[in-house]
Each structure stands twice: as C-alpha cells, then as structure tokens.
C-alpha cells in the first residue's frame, strides 16, 4: 500500500468543507465558516495549491496557481493610497481557455515567450507619488484575479503604510435557514450569485483594458 502525506495543517481535528468548481472561468467557491468550524481564506489557498501542484498533476499540467479573488474595491483602495512610493505588479498566465480581450492577449504573448509570471514594479520619482495611467489600472485589475496587486508608501496620516489585494479576500456571508433549506442548497445558490457577479466584474475589467 502507498503511504500518503498528509501537510502538517490538515492533521487531526481536520474538518469537511463544501466546495463547487466552475470548469468555464476556473472558478471555484468554497465554504469559509459554518457552527464550529472555519477554513480561512490563507488556509484554503494554500491547500488547493498543494492539492493542484502535486508531482503527478505536475507532469500533466505544469505548474498551476491559485489566486483567492479579493473584494471588489480592492484594487481601487490598493491605488488610491495618498502616497504610493511603489506598486507591485504580480501577474500570472491566463488560463489557456481564454479566448478574446486582454487576458487573451497576455496569454498569447507568455505563452510565445515561456513565461508563466511577471512581476512589475513601478518606483517613483523621489518626493513624488505615483500616479496610475489608464494601461497601469487595466493591468492591476487583471492581475487582481490572476496574481496581485500590492502598494507601499504613506497613509492619510502619514504612516509607512502597504497593502496589497492579498489581504483583501473576497467572503460572502449568508444564513441558512434550516427549517427551509439545507446548507448545501443555500451554498449552491451563494456560490452561483458570487460567480455571475464576478464574471460581470471580470467583463467590465476586459471592456476598460
């Protein structure tokens, strides 16, 4: 018999989580919380990456990334720090399922290039801040989704200061009422709300690179 390795965090006091995949647009949503138990968005990364990246599957299909889509407005208050002395570009190869728009052509130009990822950064000029043009923000917002965006420099208040998508996850929360549905079917219907929204978000992202 095969031994398995189990990752140290998912050893005793392990618990059952739900999830749904979407195959169109590689999306997949997964329960955070219910009575007594949480998977943090941190753990969940991490896990479907160890999940995706195992030898065998490697073989198959290279390297595969995970990237936990972050709020809506994460991007705007990632760019919208008063000061920004450097922002962060990390952008990873679209899913070769893509087909049009911007994400297309990124994928064309890293898959003609063997590239998987690029990581940008952006400097400014001494005692200057950083001011995003319209190909930076196209960019961010893209990268959002596939890789991150992150910024360092001062607050309102004049204090060192970064953020970055990363820390902005996106959760969803909703309330199951037993006596009217089960806990799988409110997920269901959760997860497909969140995907259309999304994909909306995705579109508009598209439509202004």
Request: proline share 7%.
């Amino acid at each position: 018999m095969a031994s398995v390795a189990i990752p140290e965090y998912l050893r005793p006091n392990s618990s059952q989580f739900t999830y749904v995949f979407y195959p169109e647009g590689h999306k997949l949503f997964y329960e955070a919380q219910y009575p007594g138990h949480k998977l943090s968005p941190t753990i969940a990364t991490k896990f479907f990456f160890e999940l995706l990246n195992q030898p065998e599957l490697k073989e198959i299909f290279n390297d595969v990334d995970v990237t936990h889509e972050p709020t809506k407005d994460s991007v705007r208050e990632v760019l919208d720090m008063p000061k920004k002395d450097v922002i962060r570009i990390h952008l990873t190869r679209p899913n070769p399922d893509v087909f049009g728009g911007q994400k297309d052509k990124i994928k064309q130009r890293y898959l003609a290039m063997n590239v998987t990822s690029t990581t940008q950064e952006y400097k400014a000029t001494p005692g200057e801040t950083i001011t995003p043009d319209d190909d930076l923000i196209a960019e961010a917002n893209i990268a959002a989704s596939n890789g991150s965006v992150k910024a360092s420099g001062l607050d309102e208040n004049g204090h060192r200061h970064t953020i970055s998508t990363v820390n902005h996850p996106l959760l969803e929360e909703d309330t199951v009422d037993p006596n009217n549905e089960s806990r799988d079917t409110k997920f269901l219907e959760t997860s497909s709300t969140m995907k259309a929204e999304l994909d909306q978000r995705e579109q508009q992202a598209q439509n202004n690179a």
